[in-house]
């Protein structure tokens, strides 16, 4: 399998809207030597990619199964390496202030609010994580997290002063500051 034979299966079936991958359940066809490093850079056989449109059009077929990623189209499934997570989210605004409804995007321009359906989490290390779609994360950029930090408020709970802001009714906390 050539990831130039997966992109050309893919840019044939393209239509806009993300495929039905969760459904697919094609054989499994080895691996290739693809490379999703922790910034949300794509590699290549050790060569970045330089088109986003090929980057997001592989996105659009990721998939993640137990603790390995793969690219799947309807007859083939690739395994890749993921170093951390497949996204970073990169943007965020208020949607409506009011309502306290957050809009995020990632560095591949996925758009979406911060709600029950997408939350945030934090990892073992104390680096936060959203869900963008099905099971694949986003890791919250640095610059993201600092900015939340100054929008966030301190709430004492029963483990501690946690520093949160509030999103679509869901309470998102950026960690322990005690």
């Known amino acids: 399998m050539s990831l130039e034979k ?4 893919l840019e044939e079936n393209s239509d806009k809207k993300l495929p039905p991958v969760e459904l697919w359940d094609p054989p499994y066809c080895g691996e290739i030597d693809l490379q999703i490093k922790g910034d949300g850079s794509w590699y290549y056989n050790g060569t970045v ?10 996105a659009s077929v990721l998939k993640k199964e137990d603790e390995d990623y793969y690219l799947v189209t309807p007859v083939e499934k690739v395994k890749i390496q993921v170093d951390d997570v497949p ?3 990169t943007q965020w605004d208020w949607q409506d202030e009011d309502k306290a409804e957050m809009r995020v995007s990632t560095n591949l321009d996925d758009k979406f609010m911060l709600n029950a359906e ?6 073992d290390d104390g680096s936060l994580y959203v869900i963008v779609r099905r099971n694949l994360l986003a890791k919250v950029h640095r610059n993201v997290y600092y900015q939340w930090i100054d929008i966030a408020k301190e709430e004492k709970t029963e483990h501690g002063t946690e520093m949160v802001f509030y999103s679509a009714g869901q309470r998102i906390c950026l960690g322990l500051i005690d």
């Open 6 to 9: 997966i992109s050309q299966q």
């Open 87 to 89: 996204f970073v989210l």
């Open 49 to 58: 990619f330089k088109r986003l449109s090929l980057v997001k059009l592989f």
């Open 118 to 123: 997408h939350p945030v989490t934090l990892g």
